[in-house]
């Protein structure tokens, strides 16, 4: 399983970004998909999660209500919409395949494989 993720950048306080993750390889869709994200001198934190059917999803407190977290089965992609970001979203963004079978608090210990992170930096 390979995961490319992208859509990172800065941006102000209010604003929104797009962060994608395209899955390849012959058995990423035996895996539901989360967001983490790690900002400096933290530990990786859950974000959001979501099943290639996208029947199930689930979100951190912090970001309920601000993120969407949806997939493209056609384009295998896992987007994550942020909208109304503040400061304390700035991390570096990681997309992983999960086992869990919870999407509501993603265990690190139940991902299998992890993209590279893409930077999201938010201005006040």
């Known amino acids: 399983v390979q995961l490319q993720a992208s859509g990172g950048g800065l941006v102000q306080a209010g604003g929104s970004l797009r962060l994608s993750c395209a899955a390849s390889?012959?058995?990423?869709?035996?895996?539901?998909m989360a967001w983490f994200r790690q900002a400096p001198e933290k530990k990786r934190e859950f974000v959001a999660a979501i099943t290639w059917s996208g029947g199930r999803n689930g979100y951190a407190d912090s970001v309920k209500g601000r993120f969407t977290i949806s997939t493209d089965n056609a384009e295998n992609t896992v987007y994550l919409q942020m909208n109304n970001l503040k400061p304390e979203d700035t991390a570096v963004y990681y997309c992983?395949?999960?086992?869990?079978?919870?999407?509501?608090?993603?265990?690190?210990?139940?991902?299998?494989?992890w993209g590279q992170g893409t930077q999201v930096t938010v201005s006040s």
């Open positions: 390889g012959r058995t990423f869709r035996r895996y539901a």
């Open positions: 992983a395949a999960t086992y869990s079978s919870s999407m509501a608090a993603v265990d690190p210990a139940t991902i299998d494989y």
